[in-house]
């Protein structure tokens, strides 16, 4: 079945820091990849997504790109912000499954920046 | 636009209580999903609908039962509440449902079951 594996964390990341969080996923078909993420006490919300191979997604200095032959689609920010602390999602929309723009969630890594 | 707002923000029920989660999005959005998030898990999917009158169950429906009488409202019931229903939920909507939708979500709220 679908499925979404995304590093463990918590991870904790001096300001100024490079950040990668590491997500691979199992799918059918083409599924669309998405990083939401859940700042304290929030619902989630998109962060960036990618829906075919060699996309790049990036909003907010992160980014990630869709990688078919690795079926990775790992979230990068080059210089992270105390404003970056939160929960980071990888999810999927699966095109096949029976719930119509179901997502499939990772178990999220949290991430602490210090200054 | 408030976007998806979820009441209560919290609650605490006792076994075998009956309560009704409720979700309102104001984006004229046709889909519309209930998530669960239990500690150090991702999210998932407990109901969704496609339009008013029309639902459908997801991953882990057992428990719960949903009613979609209009666009905007979207509630979630619990009948008889169990220790395994404590947990963080989610409502979400989305506007055509496709792949590539995004799925816009609520604040949450925070069930316990004693």
């Known amino acids: 079945g679908n499925s979404v594996t995304q590093m463990e964390g918590p991870v904790t990341l001096s300001e100024e820091a490079f950040l990668t969080i590491n997500c691979t996923y199992t799918?059918?078909?083409?599924?669309?990849l998405f990083w939401y993420v859940q700042y304290p006490g929030e619902g989630l919300q998109l962060l960036l997504k990618?829906?075919?191979?060699?996309d790049k997604g990036s909003n907010k200095g992160f980014e990630a790109t869709y990688r078919k032959e690795t079926t990775s689609f790992h979230l990068e920010k080059g210089s992270v912000q105390v404003s970056d602390s939160a929960v980071y999602f990888c999810a999927l929309s699966d095109p096949y499954g029976g719930s119509q723009g179901n997502l499939i969630f990772g178990k999220g890594t949290k991430l602490s920046v210090k200054p | 636009n408030a976007g998806v707002t979820q009441t209560p923000k919290f609650r605490i029920l006792k076994i075998g209580q009956s309560m009704t989660l409720q979700c309102t999005q104001d984006?004229?959005?046709?889909?519309m999903y209930w998530y669960r998030q239990d500690p150090g898990m991702g999210l998932k999917l407990i109901y969704y609908?496609?339009?008013?009158?029309?639902?459908d169950k997801g991953e882990v429906p057992n428990g719960y039962n949903v009613s979609r009488s209009t666009t905007e409202d979207f509630p979630l019931r619990l009948e008889l509440a169990a220790p395994s229903q404590t947990s963080v939920y989610f409502c979400a909507s989305s506007l055509t449902g496709g792949g590539a939708d995004t799925q816009y979500f609520g604040p949450g709220t925070r069930l316990t079951v004693l």
């Open positions: 990618a829906t075919k191979a060699d």
């Open positions: 984006m004229n959005h046709n889909y």
């Open positions: 799918a059918t078909g083409y599924p669309s």
């Open positions: 609908s496609v339009g008013a009158g029309i639902t």
